[in-house]
């Protein structure tokens, strides 16, 4: 899709961090902008920004994990501008890394709503439009380079499952003929909010059960600032849209450890973990 000036993007977990970045390069390239966030006020404040600095953007309130909140984002969007070409569906949250067994079905039903079931809702709401305009549109779904590699506890499970989700859409559109395209998203390190997902988990999954003993808040954001900026993810989907690439990866110093779990599998090998670049 190389035309992008004028084309409408729809950007899930728009307010902060990757989300903001996209939408911040989208404007840049002449794109009007849908943003969607869970949170309100965070929302209308990135939303200001970007249309202070002349972007033409809309935002909607909703939340991924629920299916009608997704399509009333579908329905607003096209109502506001007619069509969809880009629909990024990065909403995505972090429920820390204890054992799975520790892990508690609260944790498990939190994060695989928003992480999972968000892009199943997105792909559900916008595809069946996307494909009957009948133009060139794109998909962009944030995983994590967490979904390629071994490890990773239940927030690399999710993010596994949106790689294999994104690879079997990726499949149905080649082959049916239809024009949109996907891109999966694998970052590693960015510098945003993730760390701090909490703010947004419902009341009713508070179960968050024991933190983590080795858990450090002030390790964890020392870690996030040495990250990339969201601004220069955005860029990255930009050019990998303009490419038609499917796989997005922006943290080379990763390659490693994707060899490293590719190789054992094809040997036959049990999974080991490499340990984290620059450690
Ligand atoms: N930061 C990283 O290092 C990193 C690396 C790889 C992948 N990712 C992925 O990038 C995506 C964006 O995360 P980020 O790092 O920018 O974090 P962030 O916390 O800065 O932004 C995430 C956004 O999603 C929103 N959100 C949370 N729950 C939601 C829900 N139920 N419905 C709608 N919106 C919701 C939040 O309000 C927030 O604005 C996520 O899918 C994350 O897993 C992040």
């Known amino acids: 899709m190389d035309e992008l000036e004028n084309k409408v993007a729809v950007i899930t977990g728009a307010a902060s961090g990757i989300g903001r ?9 002449g794109m009007r902008v849908v943003l969607s966030d869970v949170e309100e006020a965070a929302l209308h404040s990135t939303t200001g920004d970007l249309r202070d600095a002349g972007a033409n953007v809309h935002a909607v309130v909703a939340d991924v994990s629920e299916a009608e909140d997704v399509t009333s984002l579908a329905d607003s ?12 569906n990065n909403a995505g949250v972090y429920a820390g890394s204890k054992p799975s067994w520790e892990s508690t079905l609260d944790d498990w039903a939190w994060i695989l709503g ?17 494909i009957e305009q009948d133009e060139e549109a794109h998909i962009v779904n944030t995983a994590s380079v967490a979904g390629l590699m071994t490890g990773g506890s239940l927030y690399g499970a999710t993010k596994s499952a949106v790689v294999a989700l994104s690879e079997t859409v990726h499949l149905e559109l080649v082959d049916g003929g239809f024009k949109p395209r996907v891109s999966v998203l694998c970052p590693g390190l ?3 909010n993730i760390f701090h997902s909490q703010r947004n988990r419902p009341a009713r999954f508070a179960d ?11 390790a964890a954001r020392r870690a996030f600032k040495l990250g990339l900026s969201p601004r220069s993810v955005g860029e990255e989907v930009v050019r990998a849209m303009r490419e038609e690439r499917f796989y997005v990866l922006t943290h080379p110093e990763w390659t490693e450890h994707l060899k490293h779990r590719t190789a054992r599998i094809l ?8 340990p984290p670049p620059g450690s």
Do not use: Q
Request: glycine fraction near 10%; charge should be negative; charged fraction near 15%.
């Open 21 to 29: 970045g996209m939408a911040e390069a989208f404007a840049d390239a």
């Open 77 to 88: 969007a096209l109502k506001k501008y007619g069509a969809v070409h880009v629909l990024c």
């Open 114 to 130: 928003v992480n999972l079931m968000g892009v199943v809702h997105g792909i559900r709401a916008f595809l069946p439009a996307m």
């Open 190 to 192: 960015v510098d945003t």
């Open 208 to 218: 968050a059960g024991p933190w983590p003993r080795d858990w450090s808040v002030e």
């Open 267 to 274: 040997n036959g090998e049990n999974p080991t973990l490499l």
